[in-house]
C-alpha cells in the first residue's frame, strides 16, 4: 500500500520560497497522479497543483500559476511543490494525495493522502 509523507514546510517570509516534498514508499509514484492540496484554518481545501501518471502533465489552480511548479523525481520517489514569491494567503497545511487513475487530467478523487506539512508565510 501507498504511503506518502511530506517535508519541507516552514515559516518564510512574503517573499521567500520553500521546497515541498511528498516521499512515497510501498509502491512506485510515477504510475500515480499526485496534487498537492492546501488548507487554511476556516477555509475549504484546496487543490494546487497536479502531476498526472499521463505524460507527467502539470496543472495549476490560478492563484499559484507561475509562482508554484509541480515536478517529479522517480529515481527517489518523490514529488516537489517549488513555491516562490509566496505571500501570507499561501499560509496553509500542505497535503500531497496519490491517484491511481490514469488520465490526462487531475482526477477529483484520490487514494492515498499524506499528513500534512505546515506551510507559514509571515508579511
Known amino acids: 500500500q501507498l504511503q506518502l509523507v511530506e517535508s519541507g514546510g516552514g515559516l518564510v517570509q512574503s517573499g521567500g520560497s520553500l521546497r515541498l516534498s511528498c516521499l512515497a514508499s510501498?509502491?512506485?509514484?510515477?504510475?500515480?497522479?499526485i496534487r498537492w492540496f492546501r488548507q487554511a484554518p476556516g477555509k475549504e481545501r484546496e487543490g494546487v497543483a497536479c502531476?498526472?501518471?499521463?505524460?507527467?502533465?502539470?496543472y495549476y489552480e490560478n492563484s499559484v500559476k507561475g509562482r508554484f511548479t509541480i515536478s517529479r523525481d522517480n529515481a527517489k520517489n518523490t514529488v516537489y511543490l517549488q513555491m516562490n514569491s509566496l505571500k501570507p494567503e499561501d499560509t496553509a497545511v500542505y497535503y500531497c494525495?496519490?491517484?491511481?487513475?490514469?488520465?490526462?487530467?487531475?482526477?477529483?478523487?484520490?487514494?492515498?493522502w499524506g499528513q500534512g506539512t505546515q506551510v507559514t508565510v509571515s508579511s
Open positions: 502531476i498526472t501518471n499521463v505524460n507527467d502533465g502539470t
Open positions: 510501498g509502491d512506485t509514484l510515477k504510475y500515480y497522479t
Open positions: 494525495a496519490a491517484a491511481k487513475l490514469v488520465s490526462v487530467y487531475c482526477p477529483f478523487e484520490y487514494d492515498y
